[in-house]
T-cell receptor, first 109, second 115 residues
Framework: KNEVEQSPQNLTAQEGEFITINCSYS?????LHWLQQHPGGGIVSLFM???GKKKHGRLIATINIQEKHSSLHITASHPRDSAVYIC???????????FGTGTSLTVIP | GAVVSQHPSWVICKSGTSVKIECRSL??????MFWYRQFPKQSLMLMAT?????????EQGVEKDKFLINHASLTLSTLTVTSAHPEDSSFYIC???????????FGSGTRLTVV
């Protein structure tokens, strides 16, 4: 069993739709990251969370430490949001990273 | 913002040769850098943690003698894939945590193809 599970694996949405990607983890963590990987492979760090909620533009990330669960929301989705979104956690012992397998998002015009 | 510059972006090499990948922190000093590998349709896997001035810490299953990491200065870490084989073909990416920033910044990655 992976330490980090993401769902869905693949997601296709119409432009303008509200999108949610979920991440569950099974280890104690000090932080959780949401990453965006573009088709060329480059990775951008979207958020780092240790509690609560963060918002940046049309992106919102939430985390529930007790339930070991985080969600990434995209409001008013746009084709340029098409990418792979990766959830990564930093273990609170040893600072080890664990990565989810990613959610491939395609937003259709 | 803090930037990690990674070169080359892509490289094709012959089996048996060695390839060096560089990651530079452009506007901050990075005492620690992380190296990851990603095979197609799989998640990122941490390979090793590179520490300036000391030996890298390798994750279980990663061959130290095959993936040589050098972190000789506070702004440069290199990963050398020695005696590359086709199964080493992958996407390699580095990251660092700038001291005045919360979180990590990633290099743009290197796509290695061994033929």
């Amino acid at each position: 069993k992976n330490e980090v599970e993401q769902s869905p694996q693949n997601l296709t949405a119409q432009e303008g739709e509200f999108i949610t990607i979920n991440c569950s983890y099974s280890v104690g963590i000090s932080a959780l990251h949401w990453l965006q990987q573009h088709p060329g492979g480059g990775i951008v760090s979207l958020f780092m969370l240790s509690s609560g909620k963060k918002k940046h533009g049309r992106l919102i990330a939430t985390i529930n430490i007790q339930e070991k669960h985080s969600s990434l929301h995209i409001t008013a989705s746009h084709p340029r949001d098409s990418a792979v979104y990766i959830c990564a956690v930093v273990r609170n012992t040893g600072n080890q990273f664990y990565f989810g397998t990613g959610t491939s998002l395609t937003v259709i015009p | 913002g803090a930037v990690v510059s990674q070169h080359p972006s892509w490289v094709i090499c012959k089996s048996g040769t060695s390839v060096k990948i560089e990651c530079r922190s452009l506007d901050f000093q990075a005492t620690t850098m992380f190296w990851y590998r990603q095979f197609p349709k799989q998640s990122l896997m941490l390979m090793a943690t590179s520490n300036e001035g000391s030996k890298a810490t390798y994750e279980q299953g990663v061959e130290k003698d095959k993936f040589l990491i050098n972190h000789a200065s506070l702004t440069l870490s290199t990963l050398t894939v020695t005696s590359a084989h086709p199964e080493d073909s992958s996407f390699y990416i580095c990251s660092a945590s700038p001291p005045d920033m919360v979180g990590y910044t990633f290099g743009s990655g290197t796509r290695l193809t061994v033929v």
